[in-house]
């Protein structure tokens, strides 16, 4: 079989299950509205395959990477009806960080990429942590904090000399 037919297959079969859904459940999947993340996603896809099918100019990987991550956040967000927002944002640098990994990982290796990798991760991971400890903490009184802090470390202290 060839390879455009397989494609051409499947194109035709997503579209009559979007076409199905939207005619029994009334959910309208093949509006721009809920389509534009695929003008991300579908180029970040085809660099990404680009580079895997000739295994040449790793830099395809960098865009690739990029788009495919923020055209499946803004794909999730546009499904989720932008519920996620807050949560899902600290993801964006990590698409960066994502397609300089891969240049690292499948080109040279230069180690001069792995600074703006680990400063992105790091960012990411901060406001990601950031979220859920404000979240954690929204319902107990910052007051009681420190309090709670200290008899924390008295009991590990206490503890500890018991141990000994």
Same mark, same amino acid.
């Given at each position: 079989m060839k390879k455009g037919n397989i494609i051409f297959g499947i194109i035709l079969? =997503? *579209?009559g299950l979007s076409a199905l859904i939207n005619r029994i459940f009334f959910i309208d999947i *093949? #509006?721009?509205r809920n389509l534009w993340p695929l003008f991300l996603l579908v180029p970040g896809i =085809?660099?990404?395959v680009?580079?895997?099918e000739t295994r040449k100019d790793p830099g395809m990987l960098v865009p690739g990477g990029i788009l495919t991550t923020l055209g499946t956040l803004f794909l999730i967000e546009n499904i989720s009806s932008f519920h996620f927002k807050k949560y899902i944002w600290p993801l964006y640098p990590l698409s960066v960080a994502i397609g300089l990994f891969q240049l690292y990982w499948f080109g040279n290796r230069e180690k001069? *990429? *792995?600074i703006p990798i680990f400063i =992105?991760?790091?960012v990411s991971?901060? #406001?990601i942590l950031n979220q859920v400890f404000n979240k954690f903490?929204?319902?107990?009184?910052y007051k009681l904090l420190f309090p709670v802090i200290l008899i924390g470390i008295g009991l590990y202290v206490l503890f500890n000399e018991m141990k000994r």
């Open positions: 079969i =997503l *579209l *093949l #509006s721009f =085809l660099f990404e680009k580079y895997f001069g *990429l *792995l =992105l991760t790091i991971v901060m #406001s903490f929204y319902w107990m009184d």
